[in-house]
């Protein structure tokens, strides 16, 4: 074989494996889209198999609500119709939803992150709808802390009891759970404002004026809970 023949095979295999590379590196590249796109199909079909107006349980965690839209983070489950990270907007369609309830969540939010979580929800609320939140209240934190009185019945629930001072109860508050940002009365009403809600109530745990939102709270630490129409 001549040497013109040998640098001409040698160019065509050089080809091929540039192609071959270049066709690896193409498909790297759009693994993060497929792999979005595919998350995003898995939530729509998800949503088809309930009915409309949703009603949207966020960050259900091990709780799982009958007829509801279990959300969380987590892998599905038994427990959670659909798996997605609420500090991104859901891919479902604005005034979907009836009802929008959270316990023991926005706290952990970072207050922008709440706030475009909160702009979200009523985005996804139907003319009317409701968002419903319900939180452990920083008053009460306060009052704890303030009047002595910080030894808790949620210590032995949660295995806290080794908690020695009513300073270090507060700075648990503050700081456990990955809390980022607690609320008392005036400040979630201050950040419902912000992200557009008009209509704000105040509610007791486990009762409001509307019968579907009645009895939804699991957690006897929920001390402030309330209501924003769209």
Not at 17 to 44: F, M
Not at 59 to 73: E, H, M, S
Not at 83 to 90: G, I, Q, T, Y
Not at 175 to 203: A, M, N, P, Q, V
Request: hydrophobic share 35%; charged share 30%; net charge neutral.
């Amino acid at each position: 074989m001549s040497a013109i023949n040998v640098l001409q095979r040698l160019r065509r295999f050089s080809g091929r494996g540039a192609k071959e590379r270049g066709d690896r590196l193409e498909a790297t590249r759009n693994a993060p889209a497929r792999e979005e796109a595919e998350r995003v199909a898995a939530v729509g079909e998800a949503f088809q198999r309930f009915p409309q107006p949703f009603r949207l349980h966020v960050a259900c965690g091990t709780v799982k609500f009958p007829g509801w839209v279990n959300v969380d983070r987590d892998p599905v489950s038994e427990i959670i119709d659909v798996s997605w990270d609420v500090r991104r907007p859901l891919p479902i369609g604005d005034g979907s939803c009836q009802f929008i309830h959270h316990e023991h969540f926005l706290e952990h939010l970072t207050v922008p992150e709440g706030l475009a979580f909160l702009r979200e929800c009523r985005r996804l609320l139907a003319p009317g709808g409701v968002l419903r939140v319900a939180m452990p209240d920083l008053a009460e934190c306060v009052r704890q802390y303030y009047e002595n009185d910080w030894r808790q019945p949620w210590m032995k629930k949660y295995g806290f009891e080794w908690i020695q001072t009513r300073a270090e109860t507060i700075n648990i508050a503050f700081r456990e759970w990955e809390h980022k940002w607690l609320y008392d009365r005036e400040e979630l009403h201050r950040r419902l404002r912000e992200s557009g809600f008009e209509t704000i109530r105040d509610c007791e745990r486990l009762r409001s004026v509307v019968p579907d939102l009645c009895g939804l709270e699991t957690r006897e630490e929920t001390l402030l809970v309330c209501e924003a129409i769209k």
